[in-house]
């Protein structure tokens, strides 16, 4: 019996690995990290043993950092990272050198060599890139302040790993055991490295545009796709052969790129290797965490990796404090960047075979960076769940969210003052009526006050705070609120205890607009309906017909629509008659639709056609309704 390649094994372990993991991880709410994570140690060589060679592994899916790099650097207009040149610079600086002084103190305070406590404080002072990006985009945080101080912070990270690395031998050297460097070695290495980002940037200017304008002259997808990772894997290569980073090369390029004419679709081809390598990275550092330098140190490893989190944590506490960053981002901004890095892993093994400190050390180092990597995302969930609901609650107690506090009298109550609430709220202003607007977002109150909105911090599903908003005597209450069931609880308790209330609802979906019927709301909108009935009535337009006739079209699906909802709401608990009425009410409109069509066109029209549209529309009308007994989608 033949044995299959070695890439279709390892390939369909990884793939089987991660499709298990993360999904479960995600249901548990701990992240697709944590998932990749559990998925590599659980294939390691300490769970399974499945999977030998993690060293080989983890460099290849490096790139995958490699990748993510380049497209950060398209968002990046090089006006933009001109204007981060000093938080870069700046902040990045008194991150790496604040950290590697207290860790270096406390490698002293132990008894270490200098050596060693220099490089591990150095080592350690570097954070995952690959993670905290992730988490950063995951959480739409990469525009807040701290989102902007933490990449500039990895940036800097990134530039330092290079000297860093270059002094490695010139450290073994010294102590005796390796080959020094002359002052032209180090003259000749500077200037390779001058070089080679000069390159990269004069060539970005002068080459790469032209080069893909031809490519993509040649309207095949495809080679687009392979020159778009051509190019990185090319600069990656670059930047390697003159032991560069590859991901600040990927970067660069990623800069250069950002304001050019074909930044959308070098991500939209980059973007899935980029996930795919990511997540094998993460894999790949699940496999390498060594337990058995743990199993025989548990002691050493923990105080190591305490002891760097909690250094690491307090100093860039004190940066964000000291950089002004909001106090209410800094418990994540100091986690993202408490943890080790995988330059970590590159540098104790250069740090090892420079002969610096033996490879016991590197072990142990590697072994807690790696450790930190895994249980960061844990201690983000507990963050999230613990401290930052705690935190929340102390912020609602500053006098920076107005409670209310005071009985009110507006006729309207306004429950949310999102993007729905905010359109309802100024209508009613700019008619003089007075209306109570409440929101339980302190960010939202911020917003609200600076654009000069009254707006009182409080979650409406309390009945005393309705009390206190007026719902006795007030006459309309407006449920505005994103969440779906937070909306059907006010809207219950409103029906409870203030049966006089009229109340205006909106709806996410069918689904909740049935919901929020059950509970005897009558006057229920759903929030994309109109606005999708103002599309299609633009792109009739487009297709010819006269605006009248635009609209009557629009009106006639319109009125359609809301009958047919009501009479599906007795039926929305039994799926299989809900379905059929859906149906058959599809079916009736589209051929109604469709003889009116044809006699139209008997009437005089051009055969139904469209203006400028060459297809038959009362042929087309009759697929349609044929199609449309076919059609179940939940959401229209």
């Known amino acids: 019996m033949e044995h299959a390649p070695t890439w279709l094994t390892y ?3 990884y793939l089987t690995a991660a499709v298990l993991a993360v999904p479960i991880a995600k249901a548990l709410g701990l992240g697709a990290i944590i998932g990749y994570l559990a998925a590599g140690i659980a294939i390691g060589p300490w769970g399974l043993g499945l ?4 060293q080989d592994i983890l460099h290849f899916a490096e790139f995958g950092v490699v990748l993510m790099l380049f497209l950060v650097g398209l968002e990046l207009q090089p006006s933009r990272l001109w204007a981060l040149r000093r938080p870069i610079f700046g902040t990045g600086t008194a991150q790496v050198l604040g950290c590697a002084a207290v860790l270096f103190a406390l490698g002293a305070l132990a008894g270490l060599p200098w050596r060693v406590s220099l490089v591990g404080a150095l080592g350690l002072a570097l954070s995952s890139t690959a993670i905290a990006l992730q988490v950063l985009a995951e959480r739409n945080l990469m525009r807040t302040s701290s989102g902007q101080a933490g990449f500039s912070i990895l940036l800097f990270q990134d530039v330092a790993a290079i000297p860093i690395l270059a002094m490695l031998p010139v450290l073994g050297a010294a102590a005796g055991e390796g080959a020094g460097h002359t002052p032209a070695d180090v003259a000749l290495e500077a200037l390779k490295i001058v070089g080679v980002i000069a ?8 080459l790469l545009r032209p080069v893909l304008r031809w490519i993509a002259k040649s309207n095949t997808p495809e080679i687009f796709t392979a020159a778009a990772l051509l190019l990185v894997v090319g600069i990656a290569y670059l930047m390697v052969l003159v032991g560069l980073s590859m991901a600040l090369g990927a970067f660069l390029a990623g800069v250069l790129l950002a304001d050019s004419e074909y930044r959308r679709e070098l991500e939209a ?3 899935p290797f980029k996930g795919l390598l990511l997540g094998l990275f993460f894999i790949a550092v699940g496999m390498s965490i060594d337990f058995g330098v743990i199993l025989r140190s548990p002691g050493l490893m923990a105080a190591i990796l305490v002891g760097f989190l909690a250094a690491k944590a307090v100093v860039i506490y004190a940066l964000a404090k000291v950089v002004d960053i909001p106090y209410q981002e800094r418990p994540v901004f100091t986690l993202l960047l408490a943890q080790g890095g995988e330059f970590a892993f590159v540098v104790f093994q250069a740090a090892a075979g ?6 016991e050390t590197a072990s142990l180092l590697i072994g807690a960076v790696a450790l930190s990597m895994l249980i960061s995302p844990l201690l983000l969930v507990l963050l999230d769940r613990v401290l930052l609901r705690r935190y929340a609650q102390l912020k609602t107690a500053k006098p920076q ?10 006729p309207i109550i306004i429950a949310g003052f999102g993007r729905y609430g905010q359109i309802v709220s100024r209508v009613l202003l700019a008619q003089g009526i007075s209306t109570t607007v409440l929101d339980h977002s302190v960010d939202m109150l911020e917003v609200a006050r600076t654009f000069g909105y009254r707006v009182f911090y409080g979650d409406a599903t309390r009945l005393d705070l309705l009390r206190i908003a007026g719902a006795e005597h007030a006459r309309i209450l407006v449920v505005a609120v994103d969440d779906a069931e937070q909306s059907l609880q006010i809207a219950k308790l409103a029906r409870e205890h203030f049966p006089h209330l009229q109340i205006v609802a909106r709806a996410r979906d069918v689904t909740h607009w049935n919901k929020l019927r059950d509970l005897g709301v009558t006057l229920v909108q759903r929030e994309l309906f109109e606005s999708s009935l103002q599309s299609a009535h633009t792109v009739l337009e487009l297709m010819g017909l006269p605006p009248a006739q635009a609209t009557a079209i629009t009106q006639r699906f319109r009125t359609h629509n809301i009958a047919l909802a009501d009479r599906m709401y007795p039926h929305h608990k039994d799926r299989a008659k809900f379905i059929a009425v859906a149906r058959e009410g599809r079916n009736q409109f589209a051929e109604q639709m469709a003889r009116e069509r044809q006699e139209s066109a008997a009437l005089g029209a051009v055969e139904g056609q469209y203006p400028g549209y060459g297809g038959v529309a009362d042929g087309e009308g009759a697929d349609q309704a044929a199609s449309a007994r076919d059609l179940d989608k939940k959401g229209s």
């Open 11 to 13: 390939g369909f372990l």
């Open 51 to 54: 999977v030998s060679n993690v």
């Open 199 to 206: 390159a990269i940037i004069l060539g970005g200017r002068l």
């Open 269 to 271: 081809d980059i973007e």
């Open 354 to 359: 420079a002969s610096v400190f033996p490879a």
């Open 401 to 410: 969210a107005e409670e209310i506090s005071e009985p009110q009298e507006a």
